[in-house]
């Protein structure tokens, strides 16, 4: 038979009618043994009886109540009543419960793993004598049930761990995007909110207290959104600390709103966690269906959207997915599509920005970066796309293009220019450098491209150092076996502290141009761009001031010490072509950025 824990029930029916016509009975039963209630529970029955009396004599029956109903608890052999010898309490118990007078009856048990599981009974009005062959082959059918019985249960556990989140008991993204469906399906005319939450710096407090710790707390916030429900709600576990609540309402908006602020009440009060006070505020977005256009994929999707956009407002918000978050969701999805086809179609450049020595304009590297030749809006710098790349994967297929061409312009420059000493620098984002193909990769460039390794400088952030240290370290140090060097980019903004600067095999740091632009205007950025510098030369690393757009900042650069420097002023990012004479010359002269020389003086000064 097909049946399924949704048909089970139905099916045990029409398996009694047909078991009792064949054997020319009046009643059959299934009931069911409950150990931890001492009873035997009614499943079935054919015919449904009318009328049946409330509290049902029949329904649950504990056993010991009379002997007949006692030795179904254990029984392994079919058992047989007839009225002259079954006790009074059995036959007044049937005719409390059916209004029937003395009957026969026919116990067969369903044991499963030595285990009665439950019984099938058949009952005769009046006398019945029961054949042994009759028992034989009710026990043959019995064996049937109980393995259709077992796998019934199987395929539903299976299904019901398929559905359910294994840390929080809640259900899973599977299971959501399942009720998800049927709510926009059903018809109704009420409107279904979708409330897409994510717990602020979470990853901080598994890095603090430990994944241990960290769970235990995803455990708590479940209880309470658990708990938070009302009737027809719907919350599920996502993935890590990312939680959806459905609500259904007839005007849901207002309601919506109010049920978040709610959520964010309850998810900020504190909980004990190992001795700890621990509380995390959450990020919320919101989203609405629209009647029956509504998709379950793409409604959670503008939930994920509005979330994204409480969380770049700086967390402990709720956003509400609206016309305005839809065109900027649809640009974002434009894009992906033209970028991804740029990548795959040669719509990608790359621009070179010089970096000198500001003593003396001697060219000391060339950094590259990234451009976009979008088909409707021209070039583009990194800063238009980079995000978009980042949070669709492309990342990678863009790094990969970024630092396979850069080393196969390296190349060409070498043969081009032979006596030219300078270091190619590629940016690489937190994605490559959480993969350890970068190794490969980089290794592959050099090889290809018959380049030294100490032709080729890795630029980091401090945002990749700080996600995992001890990965990062473990894959730098494999780089830096390949004989390359290492720069952190925008050092300053990551909030990393000396101790991981000491283990960190780098060669040198870039300074943030935030901080470079506030020389000689901004006492604080000045004692920043100091300390870097002294940082530096106290590890015995190099020092890179990044965006110098004024004669003034290379005077102050220069008082501090730092000598290395790129920026407008020196030289903005160009194609490789129209770099070819600064790269012949092998730099720019001091005049064009030093103050102390007279002519750029009097040139500034007029």
């Given at each position: 038979?097909?049946v ?51 509290p ?12 007949v109903f ?36 026919a116990?067969v ?18 006398d019945?004598p ?11 059918v ?9 796998r019934?249960f199987a ?6 761990q ?17 009720e ?18 994510d ?12 994944h241990?710790?960290?769970?235990q707390?995803?455990?708590?916030i ?8 009302d009737a ?7 993935a890590?600390?990312e939680?959806?609540?459905l609500?259904?309402?007839p ?32 990020s ?6 629209n ?8 409604l959670?999707?503008?939930a994920?959207?509005a ?19 839809r ?19 040669g719509?990608?450049?790359?621009y070179?920005?010089?970096?000198v ?5 001697q060219?000391?590297?060339v ?7 979008h ?8 800063g ?32 081009q ?27 592959d ?8 390794g100490?032709l080729l400088c ?27 060097t ?15 600067l ?10 943030d141009?935030?901080?470079v ?6 006492v604080?950025?000045?004692a ?26 290379v ?9 290395r420097?790129q ?10 072509a ?14 064009t950025?030093r ?6 003086h ?5």
């Open positions: 038979m097909s399924s824990a949704q048909s089970m029930q139905a099916s045990f029916e029409w398996m009694l009618q047909v078991l009792a016509e064949f054997f020319e009975v009046d009643v059959s039963f299934l009931r069911r043994t409950d150990f931890d209630r001492e009873s035997s529970i009614l499943v079935a029955e054919w015919p449904p009886r009318d009328n049946i009396p409330d049902d004599p029949l329904g649950e029956v504990p056993f010991g109540s009379d002997p006692d030795a179904t608890r254990d029984l392994k052999e079919p058992f047989t009543v007839r009225p002259e010898f079954s006790s009074d309490a059995y036959q007044e118990r049937v005719k409390q419960g059916s209004g029937v007078g003395e009957v026969s009856l116990i048990p369903l044991i499963h793993a030595g285990v009665t599981q439950g019984v099938i009974g058949f009952v005769k009005f009046g019945r029961w054949e042994t062959a009759e028992t034989n082959a009710l026990q043959a019995a064996s049937l049930m109980v393995q259709l019985g077992a019934v395929e539903e556990k299976l299904r019901y398929s559905h359910i989140d294994e840390l929080t008991g809640l259900p899973n993204r599977r299971a959501l995007v399942e998800l469906r049927r709510r926009l399906d059903s018809g109704s005319s009420w409107t279904t909110g979708v409330l897409y939450l717990l602020d710096r979470f990853k901080a407090l598994n890095d603090f207290l430990g241990d710790a960290g769970d707390f995803l455990v708590a479940a209880e309470r959104l658990r708990n938070a429900t027809g709600d719907f919350v599920a576990r996502l890590g600390d939680f959806v609540f609500i259904e309402r005007s849901v908006e207002l309601e919506a709103l109010a049920m978040a602020d709610k959520l964010l009440e309850i998810l900020s009060a504190p909980a004990e966690i190992n001795g700890h006070q621990v509380s995390r505020t959450a919320l977005g919101i989203a609405l269906s009647g029956s256009s509504a998709v379950a994929e793409e959670l999707a503008h994920d959207a979330l994204h956009l409480s969380k770049a407002l700086g967390g402990n918000q709720v956003a509400v997915f609206d016309t305005a978050l065109a900027s969701v649809e640009q974002r999805a434009e894009t992906e599509m033209q970028l991804r086809d740029g990548i795959e179609h719509g990608l450049l790359l070179y920005q010089p970096e020595d500001l003593r003396t304009g060219l000391l590297a950094e590259a970066l990234v451009r976009w030749n088909p409707q809006r021209g070039v583009l710098p990194a238009s796309f980079i995000t978009v790349a980042e949070e669709t994967g492309l990342i990678a297929d863009l790094g990969r293009w970024v630092l396979t061409e850069a080393c196969r312009q390296m190349a060409v420059w070498r043969k220019f032979p006596l030219l000493r300078i270091t190619m620098r590629v940016n690489v984002s937190p994605a490559q450098l959480a993969t350890r193909n970068i190794v490969h990769l980089v290794n460039c050099l090889v290809k491209n018959d380049l030294p100490r890795l630029e980091i952030t401090e945002h990749a150092v700080v996600q995992d240290v001890q990965q990062t370290v473990d894959v730098l140090h494999e780089l830096k076996a390949l004989g390359i290492l720069a952190i980019d925008d050092f300053g903004t990551g909030y990393s502290s000396m101790s991981q000491k283990h960190l095999p780098v060669d040198a740091l870039k300074i141009q935030t901080f632009a506030g020389l000689g205007i901004d604080g950025d000045r920043i761009v100091d300390a870097t510098v002294r940082l530096a030369q106290s590890f015995g690393l190099e020092v890179v001031a990044e965006g110098v757009e004024t004669v003034d900042l005077d102050e650069l220069l008082k501090l010490g730092c000598h420097a920026g407008f002023l020196l030289c903005r990012p160009q194609p490789a129209e770099l070819e004479s600064l790269l012949e010359y092998g730099g720019l002269h001091p005049s950025f103050r102390s020389v007279p002519m750029l009097s040139a500034a000064s007029s």
